[in-house]
């Protein structure tokens, strides 16, 4: 069942829209017989043409093919009564955001390959997570830019390969959500093994054991995106994407909270300990504040989309729900936020980081100066 989002309907609705077609056809046949054959009747009765789903508080200002986005639409009918409107936001906000998100997640991969200090399990993670966040701003950005030439008809394409492409863009995004969500699981667990085992963290932990783990994370969001691909007509799909949400935020949030509360009462037990270094504890504490701004910046930006789906699913028809999801293009822009900001996270919270970025910057701006200087 094909869900549509900016809408507010499902799908699954499209047969009511048939019969109140057919009704509207043939309350206009009958208005059309009147006007022939009963002048008399005509003069002292008013024939009102009949609405086409305005009685309804729900409007189409557009007929989405996704699952996900704000996508390929041609324009329908839209009722006057509706005192929710779709809000729009300029492409160039998608774009900007996208090419932003591009560059700061690109750099931020370039400096964990760069810096051998920063060949550790947990940079390891959040080089994934930079892949996840630079993965849903391209899928947006390249998404619209395709909108953009179909609607000016730059390209024409048929209806079908349409669907095929947008369901492509809408796994991206799948993708995305599921690898953000699991890196951040696995550097919430890499945090508390620093913090409650340090001594052991390097042999439970390894180099090896970390790349497997992010091997499996993108197998699992493959063949996740491939799912919604194949299934992208259920109801269920959406479902078990919601509910791997809160399941995984369920799990960080505990994980949090154990670690937090244990935390000041295992440093006391730890410090008495020989070979105790508390420079590493300090170190370990940081990076678990840092996981836990990234952690609320992921819920304050993501939570409107999920609330999205939910209220797609559950009430698609109650007007405050209708008001609720014409908002749908602004989800979006805040998960484009989310994945501008976290890239600023890594170099506010990170010496070492900050320090990379800095020196590729500096050697990448030479190199222009001295490639303008050669040509003159």
């Known amino acids: 069942m094909k869900l549509l989002l900016s809408g507010g309907k499902v799908a699954g609705d499209e047969e009511e829209e048939q019969l109140k077609e057919q009704r509207w056809f043939l309350g206009l046949l009958e208005n059309a ?58 492409a160039e906000v998608f774009l900007t955001l996208g090419i932003v998100s591009l560059l700061e997640n690109i750099l931020v991969i370039c400096a964990i390959v760069k ?41 024409i394409m048929e209806d079908a390969f349409i669907r095929h492409i947008d369901n492509v863009f809408d796994s991206m995004i799948c993708i995305s959500v599921v690898a953000s969500m699991c890196s951040l699981l696995a550097i919430a667990v890499d945090r508390y093994i620093t913090i409650f085992y340090a001594l052991r963290y390097h042999n439970i932990m390894t180099v090896k054991r970390s790349g497997l783990i992010i091997a499996c994370i993108w197998t699992f969001c493959t063949g996740c995106g491939i799912i919604f691909i194949l299934y992208y007509e259920s109801t269920y799909v959406i479902i078990c994407l919601i509910t791997m949400f809160f399941t995984m935020l369920f799990l960080m949030v505990s994980l949090y909270i154990h670690m937090f509360l244990l935390a000041r009462t295992h440093v006391k037990k730890i410090a008495a300990l020989p070979g105790y270094n508390s420079v590493h504890q300090r170190t370990s504490m940081k990076g678990a504040i840092t996981l836990t701004m990234l952690l609320g910046i992921f819920i304050v930006c993501w ?42 996270i890594y ?27 050669n040509k003159y």
């Open 347 to 373: 170099a506010f919270r990170s010496q070492e980081m900050r320090k990379t970025f800095k020196e590729i910057i500096f050697c990448y701006s030479l190199r222009m100066v001295c490639g303008l200087s």
């Open 33 to 90: 017989f009147i006007a022939l054959f009963d002048k008399s009747l005509r003069k002292n009765r008013t024939y009102l043409l009949p609405e086409m789903n305005m009685s309804s508080p729900l409007y189409i200002s557009e007929l989405n093919l996704s699952a996900f986005g704000s996508n390929f639409t041609v324009p329908t009918v839209k009722s006057k009564s509706s005192p929710c409107e779709q809000v729009v936001i300029a």
């Open 115 to 155: 810096n051998k200090n920063l060949h550790s399990p947990m940079y390891f993670f959040v080089c994934s997570l930079a892949v996840a966040d630079m993965l849903v701003s391209v899928s947006n950005a390249w998404e619209t830019i395709t909108i953009y030439l179909i609607n000016n008809r730059h390209i």
């Open 303 to 344: 939570a409107p989309f999920f609330l999205h789906l939910i209220l797609m699913i559950s009430c698609p028809q109650n007007l405050y729900c209708v008001c609720f999801m014409s908002h749908f293009n602004m989800y979006l822009i805040l998960i484009m936020c989310n994945s501008v900001i976290d890239p600023l």
